[in-house]
């Protein structure tokens, strides 16, 4: 079974994960992938929320406030994105 994200938890960054961003746009390459991701303006959030180690509940407030959605959306897609990332190994739980 997957853990889910919890709401306070921290995250942080795979040290062998390659990031950039280019022209507004942040891409990712993830170890062992010959896949390049690139993340949309809310993702970006997201990820700068978790190199300053920001909580989940953190950033989806920020996305909230940002793009104009409800808290309990921002939180979900925040949730999600996390799961997804953890599940990839691109970042790990640190508390």
């Known amino acids: 079974m997957v853990k ?3 709401d306070d938890e921290r995250f942080a960054v795979s040290g062998d ?13 993830l170890p062992d992938s010959n896949h390049l991701y690139a993340f949309n ?4 959030v997201v990820w700068q929320g978790l190199l300053r180690q920001r909580s989940a509940t ?6 909230a406030r940002k793009f104009g ?3 309990a ?5 925040v949730r ?11 970042i790990r739980r640190v508390g």
């Open 41 to 44: 303006d809310s993702g970006r």
């Open 80 to 90: 999600d994105l996390l799961n997804d990332l953890v599940r990839r190994g691109v």
């Open 73 to 77: 959306r921002a939180e979900r897609d």
């Open 69 to 71: 959605v409800s808290a």
């Open 4 to 6: 889910r994200a919890t």
């Open 58 to 63: 953190s950033i989806a407030a920020t996305i």
């Open 17 to 29: 994960v390659a990031h950039r961003e280019l022209n507004g746009r942040l891409l990712l390459l």
